[in-house]
């Protein structure tokens, strides 16, 4: 069937698609239990600094390197640069479930052959596959990944559903500048300076109370 790229990326992205996003906090349910994010303004910070510094960069470069490759050997050289630059186990685990179910479910309605690979990387390869725009699907994805991550502080912190979308239309202003910036999927630009959501991550792993699974 031809269907218009935007539909296929809603459908593949949709909190409906069921790759589980919603039980993932990236680390934030630990920032919040130490103090660090503590409010509207505080989270909107963070999740800023993740945006550009840190997975949100780096997923965005990984997913681009996927749409690019031309062979399998390239897509697994990939994903094995996406599991060495996961800073912590609990990282790792957030994107390989992920990539899993992605994986699982693209393959039964599309047909794609598509390996177990890392979410990025499943979302870029399959993006080509069909030959859906890089652009788009960088922006979409990383806009999904916000609205995530977002959900998650509502449910953690005094933050208001307004108050949150008003948080999440400035965040997604700043997307098509990163996707423009990531587009080559040059993985030596692959770096991580969010130094306290990957020692976030790292504290969740033991924190005796959580609700969500990183």
Known sequence: MDIDPVLTLAQWLSPAYPVGAFAYSHGLEAAVEAGR?????TLKDWLATVLWHGAGHNDALLLAAAWHAETR????RIDASARAFAASRERLLESAQQGRAFCIVTNAIWDGGFA?????????????REALP????QAMYLHAF????????????????TEGQAMLRRLTARIPALAEATAKGDLARLSGTAFLTDIAAMHHETQTTRIFRT
Do not use: F, M
Not at 116 to 128: F, K, Q, R, S
């Open 73 to 76: 050997a390239e897509l697994d």
């Open 134 to 137: 890089l652009p788009l699907t």
């Open 146 to 161: 916000l609205s995530n991550l977002v959900a998650a502080g509502q449910r953690l912190l005094p933050v208001g559903q």
């Open 116 to 128: 177990d690979y890392t979410y990025p990387v499943a979302v870029g390869a399959a993006a080509a």
């Open 37 to 41: 994010v503590r409010d509207g303004a």
